[in-house]
């Protein structure tokens, strides 16, 4: 009987026991999530909003409605001008692999447009294998000429 509770014990132990690896700043994960900031300022250059939101999780979309975040593009655009340039100023990223898994990336740019230039931040994480942005916040010096 004691084999049996002994057996019992360490099956609920194993079973139970969740195994993750977690990585910070790897280099790998910053590209694969590059590859979404370049596509969104590619579009975002060219004015094809509705691409861009398309990157966006619904996880965004259930704080912020499309409308809401097509007049921020367009704001930018109106008071910044059109896009010329970005460069990454800073990123962390945060992946666990395992029982647990969960990817989070943290993007800031420095964006080059006509008028003014704007450092943007761009969260995201990864769902069902994709990354999605769940998070775009646009800073302005609203003193700068």
């Known amino acids: 009987m004691r084999k049996f509770f002994t057996l019992i014990f360490l099956s609920t132990f194993l079973i139970s026991c969740q ?10 994960d910053k590209r694969e999530a590059e590859k979404i900031t370049n596509e969104f300022y590619n579009y975002l250059e060219k004015k094809e909003f509705e691409n861009a939101a398309n990157l966006f999780s619904e996880k965004f979309f259930a704080v912020t409605d499309k ?4 007049e921020i593009f367009n704001a930018t655009l109106n008071d910044c001008g059109n896009l010329t340039d970005f460069s990454i100023v800073d990123w ?3 992946v666990v692999k395992g029982t647990n898994p969960k990817s989070e990336y943290l993007f800031y740019y420095k ?3 006509e008028k003014k230039e704007t450092l943007e931040e ?11 942005i769940v998070s775009y916040h646009v800073s302005v010096d609203r003193l700068s000429a």
Do not use: A, C, P, Q
């Open 19 to 28: 195994i993750n690896s977690t990585s910070s700043n790897r280099e790998s």
């Open 67 to 70: 409308d809401k975040l097509y």
């Open 111 to 113: 964006v080059s447009r």
């Open 122 to 132: 761009i969260g995201m994480i990864k769902e069902n294998d994709s990354i999605k």
């Open 92 to 94: 962390s990223t945060f």
